[in-house]
């Protein structure tokens, strides 16, 4: 093992210097920090955001004669990694990258740490050589390449046999055998390791001969890891005792809610059991706070949509509605509304099933059928406590979407969502809830369709051709033709799928007067629809073409979620 050089804090500030990514005024500031606090100067520098982490690694590669490996791009061998065990590698903060002729090439932030590199030299018993790369990639690193599969089906393995001869028919099972140390165990390795991977939902599916764990990663389901029937009963028990249920209940569906620490930083999840033909089956909804508070320009609207969206929300009464199918965005676009809303001058009330996230400074109520707080009487409610705003989660009733109605026409902002295929499929499935056109037409101030799609995997995207039919769809859509599109080949971060997180596809309707006129006169929906793409609509179609263009999406995920019928 070749030893990195010895250099000294003063040549690191001097190169940044000389690069002028700082001036001398600022090293000399650093310096003065230095000799205050004790710090490193490359905690210093980044502390004082005078030069980026990725500048930082580069630098200190030069500094110290060790070559940097960006391992967003760099491929990770799993013969490398199972040398060294996770817990290893997270303390040390390290990730194995390579294996070459007794050599284990390993990233690491701090190639000076002798004492770590002597550690995995002894652990690994092979020559240990250290290139740099920053402590984040190598935290996501570790987070991709270290499963947690096998410990699961290790943990589950220790409970006692007498218990896992329980089988499916889960006729009893016992607290000594719920309390088990690696049922509790495995539980937590399954919902810490759906959480790395940016799973939205986790299904435990008991099967004829198996237990099917599935996670939902990008509107996607993955199949995970098959285990033995046998856990299924302690596996199920934890889960329910985790999240307040009934243990010997087993035939009627139940809801509960677990608050899970992954030490820096809380998950809440929403947990649904149900019987089926073989035994019960659970479903861990996984809510992730740092999407919901997203601005609205990141979740996918277009400059154009976004500018007429904005006129629609800032309007001081009315009604503001979207669509689309369960799991299309709806709740994450009206959370983001309201993030962007006033909630200082205006006092901004939400009606909801259930709370999923919590804001300051807005009142958030839950619905609760058994105490009698349904939308409707919650929306009741909500109309004597002098709102500005008023958020619905659904409208899924008649008697709901009269009030809402009645609300947005005295001088309120109503904010709700309503299952339907695009846009102008709204204005009908209102009036097929009972409310009158008139009303419809005075009250709604506009109307949003959406979808969502995946997005192109950055690290690994390429122009790549597809078949014949995706590029006559976007050729037909675009009127331009083009033989490649911007595709993702599959590498590390996207779990070689080619995907990498979602975006939004949006269509958003302003009711305009000629558009009341044509409601009021009972046009129907393809003489709306026309009317609305005259007046610069674009159609779900449209937009995600668009972004197909703009390279954050396939023609593929366009037609997988886009129906268009006729």
Request: charge should be negative.
């Amino acid at each position: 093992m070749e030893s990195p050089r010895k250099t000294s804090p003063e040549e690191l500030g001097q190169m940044l210097v000389e690069a002028k990514l700082i001036t001398e005024e600022q090293l000399h500031h650093v310096k003065e920090l230095q000799a205050k606090n004790g710090d490193k100067i490359e905690r210093i520098l980044l502390q004082e955001r005078l030069i980026s982490l990725q500048q930082l690694a580069l630098f200190t590669s030069l500094q110290l004669g060790v070559p940097f490996v960006n391992l967003k791009k760099e491929g990770v061998r799993p013969e490398a990694v199972a040398l060294i065990p996770e817990v290893i590698a997270r303390r040390y903060g390290v990730i194995p990258i390579d294996t070459l002729d007794g050599t284990l090439v390993v990233a690491m932030e701090d190639p000076r740490d002798i004492q770590a590199i002597e550690d995995l030299a002894a652990l690994t018993r092979r020559r240990i050589e250290p290139v740099l790369s920053t402590s984040q990639d190598i935290q996501e690193m570790i987070d991709l390449n270290y499963r947690v599969g096998g410990e699961i089906e290790e943990q589950l393995s220790q409970i006692p046999t007498r218990y896992q001869r329980v089988g499916v028919a889960e006729a009893r099972v016992s607290a000594e055998a719920i309390a088990q140390a690696p049922v509790v165990r495995a539980i937590d390795l399954l919902i810490k390791q759906a959480v790395r991977d940016r799973a939205s939902d986790v299904h435990v599916e008991p099967q004829e001969d198996k237990l099917r764990v599935r996670y939902r990663i990008d509107g996607i389901l993955h199949e995970i890891m098959s285990l033995p029937l046998s856990v299924h009963p302690p596996l199920l028990s934890r889960v329910k005792i985790m999240s307040g249920l009934n243990i010997a209940e087993r035939r009627r569906p139940q809801d509960g809610q677990i608050t899970f620490d992954m030490g820096d930083r809380e998950v809440d999840i929403r947990v649904a059991t149900s019987n089926t033909v073989h035994g019960e089956m659970v479903v861990l909804r996984l809510l992730d706070k740092t999407f919901a508070f997203l601005p609205l320009p990141e979740i996918g609207f277009l400059p154009g949509t976004l500018e007429r969206y904005l006129q629609m929300v800032k309007t001081p009464f009315g009604m503001v509605l979207i669509s689309g199918p369960t799991g299309s965005g709806k709740t994450t676009t009206q959370y983001a509304t309201v993030n962007q809303l006033d909630s200082v001058g205006r006092n901004i009330l939400t009606i909801e099933d259930p709370v999923e996230y919590r804001f300051a400074n807005i009142n958030q109520m839950q619905v609760n059928p058994a105490a009698g707080v349904t939308f409707a009487t919650g929306l009741r409610a909500c109309m004597r406590l002098d709102p500005d705003v008023i958020l619905i989660g659904e409208i899924r009733d008649a008697e709901t979407a009269q009030i809402a109605t009645q609300a947005s026409l005295t001088g309120h902002l109503v904010l709700s969502s309503v299952h339907a295929n695009d846009t102008v499929s709204v204005v009908f499935r209102m009036i097929d809830l009972g409310v009158e056109p008139f009303l419809l037409a005075s009250a709604v101030v506009g109307v949003v369709a959406q979808r969502m799609v995946r997005r192109v995997c950055p690290y690994c995207s390429r122009p790549i051709p597809v078949n014949p039919e995706e590029q006559a769809a976007y050729e037909q859509e675009m009127n331009e033709k083009q033989s490649e599109f911007l595709i993702g080949a599959g590498c590390n971060f996207c779990a070689n799928t080619g995907y990498l997180g979602r975006t939004g596809i949006f269509e958003v309707m302003v009711m305009s007067e000629s558009i009341r006129r044509m409601i009021l006169s009972g046009a129907d929906s393809d003489d709306i629809r026309a009317q609305a793409y005259k007046e610069g609509m674009a159609s779900l179609w449209h937009d995600g073409m668009l972004k197909v263009k703009e390279g954050v999406t396939t023609p593929y995920e366009v037609i997988r979620n886009v129906f268009s019928i006729g």
